[in-house]
């Protein structure tokens, strides 16, 4: 079963706004992903937060992480006509034989209209 | 740069066809994942792999088995094609446990 789900399902703004999409998950997690799709492509990791930490950024980019709720939050400032995209969050829970596997939720579709 | 290569961008199969699809990393990483996207079920995991010979199933293996004899090479197979398998596949690869994966380009399969 999928792990995170990502919420909203579908998100318009207008260039130069911010974008806030928040992710849950179900069970304890050693780390949480997000990642771009541009469309018919493959995926790219944009940020990693560790359950330790609860806030990252990178360059325009800012997540965070509350263990406690199960959630998290990526947020994209001033966002551009490029920003377009889905976003999915990605955990890397443990199970048993202590393999971690990455399971990913069904994405966050951003338009951002020029 | 990490490069994660998979052999076919377009890949249209009949019913019932024996279908390999094959992945290739070239940044010695120990794991490397098959998914496969349809519209509206995100990306789920079929199978993973964390060393050579190893195997471990993901949520839907059914109908699918994989290889991994070299540590590069990853490869999916769909031992008797069918329609509901039509889909977006993609490959992945991760240095570590807990560490940002890297995907490839996709294959998008058809079975007709």
């Known amino acids: 079963s999928q792990q995170g789900e990502e919420d909203p399902q579908a998100l318009s703004i207008q260039e130069g706004e911010n974008a806030t999409m928040n992710c849950s998950y179900k069970t304890s997690i050693n780390n949480l992903q997000w990642y771009r799709q541009n469309s018919g492509r493959g995926l790219v990791h944009l940020i990693l937060?560790?359950?330790?930490?609860r806030e990252k950024h990178s360059g325009r980019l800012r997540v965070t992480l509350d263990t406690s709720k199960k959630s998290s939050s990526l947020l994209i400032t001033a966002s551009r006509a490029a920003d377009t995209a889905s976003y999915f969050c990605?955990?890397?829970?443990?199970?048993?034989?202590?393999?971690?596997?990455?399971?990913f939720g069904k994405g966050i579709t951003l338009s951002v209209r020029p | 740069d990490v490069k994660v290569t998979q052999s076919s961008r377009y890949l249209v199969k009949r019913t019932g066809e024996k279908v390999f699809l094959e992945c290739v990393q070239d940044?010695?990483?120990?794991?490397m994942f098959w998914y496969r996207q349809d519209p509206g079920l995100g990306l789920r995991l079929i199978y993973f792999s964390y060393d050579v010979k190893m195997k471990e199933k993901g949520d839907i293996p059914e109908g699918y088995s994989v290889s991994r004899e070299k540590k590069e090479r990853f490869s999916l197979i769909l031992e008797s094609a069918s329609t509901n398998q039509t889909s977006m596949y993609l490959c992945?690869?991760?240095?570590?446990?807990?560490?940002?994966?890297?995907f490839g380009q996709g294959t998008r399969l058809t079975v007709v």
């Open positions: 937060i560790r359950s330790n930490e």
């Open positions: 940044m010695d990483h120990e794991n």
């Open positions: 990605a955990t890397d829970a443990a199970y048993t034989g202590a393999n971690s596997k990455l399971t």
């Open positions: 992945a690869s991760s240095l570590l446990e807990y560490t940002e994966a890297f």
